[in-house]
């Protein structure tokens, strides 16, 4: 069993990983940052509950300590003093942000943040570094994108890539400094919620994309149930069993992928990696062997939020104006537009990733990820609508 500095367990996947180690009876020590009115305890211990049952079994194998990558050893001071011996560092800590305008500070949390974490290493003499990054580290190259591969001279869609591109960078050059450091690098696609329960503590990514959706639908209804005249004529309907048929047209090319797996089955091939001595120094990459349609994920989010007439197409049909014609609906067509724009770069079909890696490692524990069917949507989606797309903490 190891003792393992963890950053980011307030975030998604660090939360479901920090219950999967511990299920496996590793030792935690946990570094999170405290907000206006909660402790980083509190934080932990509220993120913890939501993602496991009876997270009191744990207790006794977690301590927290308040700290902030952004700062020279992550402002745990130069020795580990009190916190004893620490076998290993899971760095998760990231800030995902695609806007342009916050590139500064996305590059100082996903860049100054890693060499930070690298540091701590250095200076406490950890000697084991797992690094949680995405596929999309590749940016825009085409065809198959092999694990070992990083600079390639690619660009990004976005500050956040690229960050995490460095961000690997760093790990490498850490690693190869010294012949007792090793490393290894998980990359992550997008990652949805539990495939059993549903259950996510943060809802971005697909959900990003569903939520706006949602709350067009509830302001809908809201509308027709005090009035609702000003819709005559939309061809907005309720029915009986509240299912809304909005006429809206949202693009996605139809040969879209979406390459997007549950966080139970990451974490639990993070955690068998992890366990395993042959996989250091090596990068894995999380990925279906044939990533789902996009518009098939699409379609199946809108049946299961009760939205009809939403044609998904896949180019704006010749001679339909792309300004809906009716003025309630003039709006929400125009920020569809936008909403898909943010999410389409990740919808692309003309790279798959290779999984050599994953598969050796994995061996004859190695179960493909689940596939992205109707009914695991749906299990998705109900969370997500019972909880109004609202995140934890
Ligand atoms: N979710 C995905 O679909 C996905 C896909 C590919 C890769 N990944 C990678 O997986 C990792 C975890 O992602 P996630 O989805 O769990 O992200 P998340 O839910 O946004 O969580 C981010 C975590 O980083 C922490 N953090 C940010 N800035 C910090 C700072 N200055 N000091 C200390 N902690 C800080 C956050 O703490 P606070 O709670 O205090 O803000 C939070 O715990 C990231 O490295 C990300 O790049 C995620």
Redesign the pocket.
């Known amino acids: 069993m190891k003792r393992v500095l963890m950053?980011?367990?307030?975030?998604?996947?660090?939360?479901f990983l920090a219950a999967a180690l511990m299920e496996r009876g590793h030792k935690l020590v946990l570094?999170?940052?405290?907000?206006r009115n909660k402790s980083a305890r509190q934080?932990v211990d509220e993120?913890l509950g939501c993602v496991t049952r009876g997270v009191n079994r744990f207790k006794g194998q977690y301590i927290v300590v308040e700290?902030?990558?952004?700062?020279e050893h992550?402002a745990l001071g130069s020795d580990a003093g009190d916190l004893g011996k620490i076998d290993a560092v899971f760095?998760?800590?990231?800030?995902?942000d695609f806007l342009q305008t916050n590139k500064e500070n996305v590059f100082?949390?996903?860049i100054v943040?890693t060499r930070n974490a690298l540091d701590l290493c250095t200076a406490w003499r950890i000697n084991e570094f797992h690094?949680?990054?995405?596929?999309?580290v590749a940016g825009d190259r085409e065809g198959t994108i092999m694990e070992g591969d990083l600079d390639c001279g690619q660009s990004f869609m976005n500050p956040?890539e690229e960050s995490?591109l460095n961000?690997e960078k760093l790990v490498r050059e850490w690693a190869r400094r010294d012949p007792r450091n090793s490393h290894r690098i998980?990359?992550?696609?997008?990652?949805?919620g539990d495939s059993i329960t549903g259950k996510t503590?943060?809802f971005?990514?697909l959900y990003g994309f569903c939520a706006p959706f949602w709350v067009v639908k509830q302001q809908i209804i809201r509308r027709m149930k005090k009035n609702g005249h000003d819709l005559d004529g939309s061809g907005i309907t309720l029915g009986p069993d509240g299912t809304l048929h909005i006429p809206l047209t949202v693009q996605i090319s139809s040969d879209s992928s979406l390459d997007?797996i549950p966080?139970d089955w990451v974490v639990r091939n993070i955690v068998h990696l992890f366990e395993s001595e042959g996989s250091k120094g090596l990068t894995f990459h999380f990925a279906h062997a044939v990533p789902p349609k996009a518009t098939d994920i699409i379609r199946m989010c809108f049946s299961a939020m009760g939205i009809t007439g939403i044609d998904v197409v896949d180019k704006w049909p010749d001679g339909r104006a792309s300004e809906h014609a009716h003025t309630a609906l003039r709006s929400v067509q125009r920020s569809v537009g936008s909403l898909i724009g943010r999410f389409t770069g990740y919808m692309k079909n003309h790279k798959s990733f290779d999984t050599t890696n994953m598969r050796a490692m994995m061996g004859d524990s190695f179960n493909p990820p689940p596939r992205i069917d109707r009914a695991l949507v749906d299990r998705l989606m109900r969370f997500a609508m019972e909880n109004n797309f609202r995140?934890v903490?």
Not at 7 to 15: C, D, I, L, Q
Not at 67 to 71: A, I, K, Y
Not at 186 to 192: A, D, I, Q
């Open positions: 950053t980011g367990a307030t975030g998604f996947v660090g939360s570094l999170s940052r405290r907000s934080r993120v700290g902030d990558v952004t700062r992550l760095h998760l800590a990231a800030a995902l100082h949390t996903n943040g690094h949680v990054s995405t596929l999309f956040y995490k961000g998980y990359r992550l696609p997008v990652v949805c503590i943060a971005n990514g997007m966080v995140n903490s």
